[in-house]
């Protein structure tokens, strides 16, 4: 169990990475990133699904965002 964990929290950290960096050029993104993390950090860590659900929503969107000519999203789409 203890290396789900430390392989989720790995992954979290990776994801936020990844966001963080595609979205220098996008103040309004970068914030929505950070405030979505931050909401979501105090998430208990034995809520493995939940958290791995989180995960694959965060790759999508991650993979939508990175996609060349992305115009930008809406406040409701990064929650």
Not at 21 to 33: E, I
Not at 34 to 58: A, H, P
């Amino acid at each position: 169990q203890h290396g789900k964990l430390k392989d989720l929290k790995k992954s979290v950290l990776n994801l936020y990475r990844s966001f963080l960096r595609v979205s220098k050029k996008d103040a309004q993104l970068r914030s929505a990133v950070i405030e979505d993390f931050r909401k979501n950090s105090t998430l208990d860590e034995k809520k493995v699904q939940k958290i791995d659900f989180l995960l694959r929503q965060g790759h999508k969107k991650l993979s939508l965002v990175s996609t060349p000519g992305f115009a930008g999203f809406t406040k409701a789409w990064i929650n």
